[in-house]
């Protein structure tokens, strides 16, 4: 079967021409309808935020976006070899490795973690094992026949699974229990197994870093010791927020006259609204700051929050409002236009 194309121009329901503006104006409108922590419906939540996740890693970034495009009518051909998870599991990470002497498949699959397939072989690095002992090698390899002298064989470690989880940044900020289902397909039986294993994610980890869950990878042979499972955290994207370390960067929309005169304004975070003092005479581009409201940076401290101000000009104002901004620009002694 064919690897799967995503069209995340569908996903995302913008056209093909749509600007970078209305790209992330639609992902942020969707993320927020099916994040996982507000969605009533939650596993079906989870697939849309991870779809839509996904398309927003590619249409949102200028390269990915050109390569995407340039994909068109050849995305068949440059997919060709990798194989289509069946009905009903295309949110899921699957991972397929050949066949071993008797001519068995085996795979493993990782679901609800990573991103599909498709985005994998374009835009990613893809799952593997790594390390261990296949029992699928040559006989050469193993020195005995498996199947009629395997108590001499030499105990060998089992083969490390590797994959990625996608986390959404409040669980970066309270850590969180996740379940993670592994198929695998057993060669002797040929029959599909399934194990759910579940996985602590600590408050603070880092994209990039990984997730180990010891003896969860392949099976040892002749008493080896079972391989790893290692999970490369991911962070899901924010429609709010991005990181910087262990801070958190978002946006801040103000009035002209709140920029002009001062205020004090509601600013949300991942844990509800704060708020911040805007000084008088703020000025387009400015950051406010609002301490300990980032993600955890270690012993016991936490990153901040910034805030980049955007002045949002009315494009239409009242009889009234142009009078006041009349008398405003009367008696201001600042024009920008002679630099006084």
């Known amino acids: 079967m064919p690897l799967e194309f995503k069209d995340y121009y569908q996903i995302l329901g913008v056209p093909r021409n749509a600007s970078a503006e209305d790209v992330k104006k639609s992902f942020r409108t969707l993320a927020r309808k099916y994040h996982p922590d507000v969605a009533q419906d939650k596993k079906t939540a989870e697939t849309k935020f991870k779809d839509i996740n996904?398309?927003?890693?590619?249409?949102?970034?200028?390269?990915?976006?050109?390569?995407?495009?340039?994909?068109?009518?050849?995305?068949?051909?440059?997919?060709?070899?990798?194989?289509?998870?069946?009905?009903?599991?295309?949110?899921?990470?699957?991972?397929?490795?050949?066949?071993?002497?008797?001519?068995?498949?085996?795979?493993?699959?990782?679901?609800?973690?990573?991103?599909?397939?498709f985005f994998e072989q374009f835009f990613g690095g893809r799952a593997g094992r790594s390390g261990g002992f296949s029992p699928f090698g040559s006989r050469q390899a193993r020195g005995q026949d498996y199947e009629t002298q395997e108590q001499y064989a030499e105990a060998q470690r089992g083969q490390d699974i590797r994959g990625d989880i996608l986390i959404t940044l409040e669980e970066v900020l309270k850590g969180a229990m996740r379940a993670i289902t592994v198929r695998r397909t057993n060669a002797h039986t040929g029959q599909e197994e399934s194990q759910t294993y579940q996985v602590r994610i600590p408050a603070g980890v880092r994209a990039g870093q990984s997730i180990r869950l010891r003896g969860k990878g392949d099976a040892g042979f002749a008493g080896g010791s079972a391989g790893d499972m290692y999970l490369r955290v991911r962070y899901a994207q924010h429609p709010d927020f991005e990181t910087r370390g262990a801070d958190l960067i978002g946006s801040l929309e103000l009035a002209p006259w709140e920029a002009v005169l001062g205020a004090t304004v509601p600013v949300q975070t991942l844990e509800g609204t704060v708020s911040l003092k805007v000084p008088a005479g703020t000025q387009q581009g400015n950051q406010l700051r609002a301490r300990s409201k980032g993600?955890?940076?270690g012993n016991a401290k936490r990153g901040d929050l910034y805030v980049g101000i955007s002045i949002q000009v009315p494009p239409q104002a009242s009889e009234e409002e142009k009078r006041l901004w009349k008398q405003l620009e009367d008696k201001s002694a600042f024009n920008p236009r002679n630099g006084e």
Do not use: C, H, I, M
């Open 54 to 117: 996904e398309a927003y890693e590619v249409l949102g970034d200028p390269e990915n976006r050109r390569k995407y495009d340039q994909l068109g009518a050849d995305w068949k051909q440059q997919g060709a070899g990798f194989r289509q998870p069946p009905p009903g599991r295309e949110g899921a990470f699957r991972q397929t490795y050949g066949r071993g002497t008797g001519g068995e498949e085996f795979n493993f699959e990782f679901e609800g973690t990573g991103f599909s397939d």
């Open 295 to 297: 993600l955890p940076a």
